[in-house]
C-alpha cells in the first residue's frame, strides 16, 4: 500500500471538513439572532480543528481503527507478494532443467498473479478511502450537531474552522477560540453516549 497516496487521501479528506465547516453558517436561536440584529453586532468564533484532532477522543479511536486497517491491508498484500516471489525463486532455482513450456506456462501465472495482486491493491485503497471519507463525515455531522445545540445558548452568528493545513482566515483573535469548550462538550457528549471503547 503505497503510504504517500493515503496521506494524500487523508489530507485531502481534512481538507473537505476544513471547508465544509468553513461553509457551514450555524443558525442562531431566534432570541439570539434578535439581540444580534438589534445591537448589530455580529458574533463570531472559530475552532481549531487540528486541536479537535489532538484531543477528541472519538476521532483519537477512529484513527487508531483507521490506522490498524491500512496496517492489516499492507501486511495482507505484503503477505501476497512475498509468497508469490518465493514461488518465483523457487522456479528459478530449477535453472537449466525448466523447459521452454514450463516456462511460458510459469511466466503467464505468474503474471495474472502479479495482476490480480494490483487489483487487490487497488480495491483494499478504495475501501480505505471510502472508510476514510465515512469517518470524516461522522466526525463532521457529530461536530456540526454539537454546535447547534452549542450555539443556542452561545448564539454566535458564525462559527468558522481554522487547521494548520488549511487556514483560510487571514487572522484570528484568540479571544474568540472557543475550540477547548467545543473539545471538552464533544468529549463529554462522546464519553455519555455508550460508543467509547
Request: zero cysteines; glycine letters at 4%.
Amino acid at each position: 500500500m503505497n503510504q504517500k497516496n493515503i496521506n494524500i487521501v487523508l489530507f485531502l479528506l481534512v481538507g473537505i471538513l476544513a471547508i465544509a465547516l468553513f461553509l457551514t453558517t450555524k443558525k442562531s436561536t431566534p432570541a439570539a439572532a434578535s439581540v444580534n440584529a438589534i445591537d448589530g453586532k455580529l458574533k463570531i468564533a472559530y475552532v481549531d480543528l487540528d486541536s479537535i484532532q489532538e484531543k477528541y477522543q472519538y476521532y483519537k479511536e477512529k484513527m487508531v481503527e483507521f490506522d490498524k486497517k491500512k496496517e492489516d491491508a499492507d501486511r495482507q498484500l505484503n503477505t501476497a507478494f512475498q509468497r508469490i516471489e518465493e514461488e518465483r525463486i523457487a522456479f528459478a532455482k530449477k535453472g537449466q532443467a525448466i523447459t521452454q513450456a514450463e516456462y511460458e506456462n510459469f511466466q503467464r501465472a505468474y503474471q495474472g498473479k502479479m495482476q490480480n495482486l494490483e487489483e487487490q491493491k487497488r480495491n483494499m485503497e478504495n475501501a480505505i478511502s471510502t472508510d476514510g471519507v465515512k469517518m470524516l463525515e461522522e466526525l463532521k455531522n457529530k461536530i456540526n450537531g454539537f454546535l447547534e445545540t452549542y450555539n443556542k445558548e452561545k448564539g454566535y452568528s458564525y462559527i468558522f474552522s481554522t487547521s494548520n493545513s488549511l487556514n483560510v482566515l487571514f487572522y484570528k483573535d484568540s479571544a474568540y477560540n472557543i475550540t477547548n469548550e467545543v473539545v471538552d462538550g464533544l468529549n463529554k457528549a462522546y464519553n455519555n453516549s455508550g460508543q467509547k471503547k
